[in-house]
């Protein structure tokens, strides 16, 4: 029999739904599994065992609730989600001991579906990072190989959930920070369609960037968080209105399509699905253990029925430039809050208010982060903003208008198109941290979708033959088509090559 923390979300649901076993057996089987790995890993901030415990007690008592999909199901929240009355830091020191006094709505909706918050997890400062290196906690190791990057900047809710510490997580993307570390981890990872899902007491980091979405084992599951997550919130202004949305909207049954693509037949399952495989982004240098195995998916999708049309995205050469100017114009502004007056770090004896604000700031936020706030404050400047943001803001029109195209069926578009998440697999600690600009230009295939506001579902193609480690996969879609991603990603995760347990830990 396998241990409890080793089954898929869907599966403890169904279990505990069933009473197979309850709440509090669950618990202590994850926080078994935390306290095992987690001196290896350091994928968590926070670990709210006595609180865990104390809520798995009360739904015991109470049984299953029918109107609760979550139920009991213990989970992970990057640390840049508001949770109530425990610790939000952001991976920051300015942010070291802040607790806020109310939930995101994330939150909210997560605790409303029955899950059980169990650990707050680690990430690079204040969302800037590829590598959750960036965290005043210490770094956080790749479960497939503890020397190894777990990806970023929600490498902790990736490692948490390829370790089996919990059964899902919650990240956010603002570049590619939920799909990278899930690519790196061989989890699932979706960064949803801008404004579907809540931004509401998720600490900003780009403002017209930031996503939540959950990082989970399986295709399934990762439907099954998503459908508790997506949904308008008047208290988000940038949330959509999908009731206002024109005639065509498309499927919304999140479980039912990802489900559909598990259990298909396998002969012509993918029959009249058009792919596009963009140029630009299959000739961005990729490592030749990662383009084997995504290539690899590209033939058992055709074998499939599915038809693989090349397709261009002519500015897509300009996008980590642009993505680069506009993020950082966005996190200089969103951080200038952070002064040391209101909350957070602050300055002891300061010899005035300038000096508040600067031995704050200096002591407060760490190299990344001052470093993207100088880039951002530099774009946003007197004599540069026409010539960089206000240059950047257009391009990211032609971006978009370039996906646009790709995706539109009516003039015989593609209903998805198809990408590696990176161009190589997780590198060693250390490999690239004195070059910021090298791990920048990692970014360069997932940037694009924050960009232009799309959805995009991150998995595993299988391991690399060289390095052994997960190479990862995406699949980028037409606005609010998620059900499409999850149902064609069940249909990959079928295909691939199995992974087995990660040989880290």
């Not at 600009?437 to 924050?450: A, F, G, I």
């Amino acid at each position: 029999m396998p241990e409890i923390y080793d089954l898929s979300l869907s599966r403890v649901a169904e279990g505990l739904r069933n009473k197979e076993y309850g709440v509090s057996e669950v618990v202590e089987s994850a926080l078994a599994r935390i306290e095992a790995t987690e001196p290896k890993l350091n994928a968590c901030i926070s670990i709210l065992a006595d609180a865990a415990r104390e809520q798995a007690v009360r739904m015991d008592k109470q049984g299953p609730q029918k109107n609760q999909p979550l139920w009991g199901v213990p989970v992970g929240f990057k640390d840049v989600i508001c949770l109530k009355g425990s610790r939000t830091t952001c991976a920051s020191r300015f942010l070291e001991n802040f607790r806020p006094f109310y939930d995101a709505e994330v939150a909210v909706r997560m605790k409303e579906a029955g899950a059980v918050v169990l650990a707050k997890t680690n990430m690079d400062e204040f969302a800037m990072g590829s590598t959750t290196e960036n965290s005043c906690f210490g770094r956080t190791a790749n479960p497939w190989d503890l020397e190894r990057v777990p990806g970023g900047s929600s490498g902790g809710s990736a490692a948490s959930v390829a370790a089996k510490q919990v059964f899902a997580a919650l990240g956010s993307d603002t570049g590619g920070s939920i799909r990278q570390p899930a690519g790196f981890c061989g989890c699932v990872g979706l960064k949803p369609t801008y404004g579907r899902v809540s931004r509401y007491g998720v600490v900003a980091f780009g403002s017209s960037f930031d996503q939540v979405g959950p990082l989970t084992r399986t295709v399934e599951d990762c439907a099954r968080v998503f459908a508790v997550l997506a949904g308008p919130d008047a208290k988000d202004s940038t949330s959509a209105r999908l009731d206002l949305h024109p005639e065509g909207l498309p499927e919304q049954d999140f479980v039912a399509k990802a489900g559909r693509g598990r259990s298909e037949e396998p002969a012509d399952t993918l029959k009249g699905m058009k792919i596009g495989v963009p140029d630009e982004f299959w000739e961005s240098g990729l490592t030749a253990e990662v383009e084997e195995r995504c290539r690899d998916i590209l033939k058992k999708l055709e074998g499939q029925g599915a038809t693989l049309v090349p397709v261009s995205l002519p500015n897509q050469k300009y996008a980590l430039a642009v993505y680069y100017i506009m993020a950082s114009a966005e996190a200089g502004t969103n951080l200038a809050r952070f002064d040391g007056v209101r909350y957070g770090r602050r300055a002891e004896n300061p010899a005035d208010l300038l000096d508040l604000y600067v031995s704050s700031r200096s002591r407060g936020f760490g190299e990344e982060v001052q470093r993207r706030i100088m880039l951002g404050t530099f774009v946003l400047s007197s004599g540069y903003y026409d010539a960089y943001y206000r240059k950047a803001a257009q391009i990211r029109r032609l971006l978009l208008r370039d996906f646009e195209n790709a995706l539109d069926l009516e003039r015989g578009g593609c209903h998805a198109l198809l990408a590696p998440t990176s161009p190589c697999a997780a590198w060693k600690f250390g490999s690239l941290s004195a070059d910021p600009l090298t791990v920048y230009k990692m970014d360069l295939l997932t940037v694009t979708l924050n960009l232009v506001g799309l959805p995009g579902l991150a998995l595993s193609a299988g391991l690399g033959r060289e390095s052994g480690m997960p190479a990862g996969i995406q699949i980028m879609g037409r606005p609010f088509d998620e059900a499409a991603l999850l149902r064609l990603g069940a249909v990959i995760e079928r295909l691939a090559p199995g992974l087995g347990e990660p040989a880290g830990i």
